[in-house]
């Protein structure tokens, strides 16, 4: 059995289920962040969307357009929850 190469470390998404995912008709890099959560590990997507772009370039024969291409967020911070459940003021 042949395996896969991997395309999102962060996700753990394969080559072979992105490609699925198109043959689907998930034909957007929107639809395919939704579907298969690309993008939205702790790298948010440095590493995997030009990937998938050119993937998904290659098979559909279409050019992504960079508006389709998503904003990286800062990452968020977890707080302790007693920060936010203390009723003390901080000054
Ligand atoms: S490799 Fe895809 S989100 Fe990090």
Redesign the pocket.
Known sequence: MKKSAIV????D?TEEEVLKAIEEGYTDLEELRKKLR????????????QIVIKILEKKTGKKVSKISIPTSRPPIIPVPLGTLASDKDEK
């Open positions: 999102c470390r962060c996700e998404i690309i993008g939205m590990g702790p790298c948010q997507g440095r590493v995997c969307v």
